[in-house]
């Protein structure tokens, strides 16, 4: 069994995760530049290839999607990193809220703050 927690605890790891939480803003924004960018180069490569391509519509499609194949691995990874980094900033403001939670309880019961 763990120890109970007191109010200082809780408090001093509502700070950690806040800090945390602040420090993974850049990191959030710079994966979902990177996920963008990709993107677009991706969209555009492919739209490139396309209107190169004579023949038949469908064959134009094909042939981009084959051409831009390198463009949407690039993609798809900048992707995965941005959703890994959104979801571990998630995970973090749900611990950060399961603390403020905890503590408004732990006040209750000390019937004071710090």
Same mark, same amino acid.
């Given at each position: ?17 806040? !800090?945390?939480?602040?420090? %993974? ?28 391509? !004579? %023949? ?37 403001? !749900? ?5 403020? !939670?905890?503590?408004? %309880?732990?006040?209750?019961?000390? %019937?004071?703050?710090?």
């Amino acid at each position: 069994m763990t120890e109970p927690l007191n109010p200082v605890e809780v408090e001093t790891q509502i700070r950690s995760l806040a !800090s945390r939480l602040a420090a %993974g803003i850049p990191i959030v924004a710079k994966a979902l530049g990177e996920y963008k960018t990709a993107l677009r180069t991706y969209e555009l490569e492919e739209a490139k290839a396309y209107m190169r391509h !004579s %023949g038949p519509a469908h064959e134009k499609k094909y042939a981009a999607v084959i051409a831009a194949v390198d463009f949407r691995e690039v993609s798809d990874d900048a992707e995965v990193v941005w959703r890994h980094a959104d979801r571990t900033a998630r995970a973090v403001e !749900s611990e950060l809220s399961a603390f403020q !939670s905890l503590y408004k %309880g732990l006040v209750a019961m000390y %019937g004071a703050t710090r």
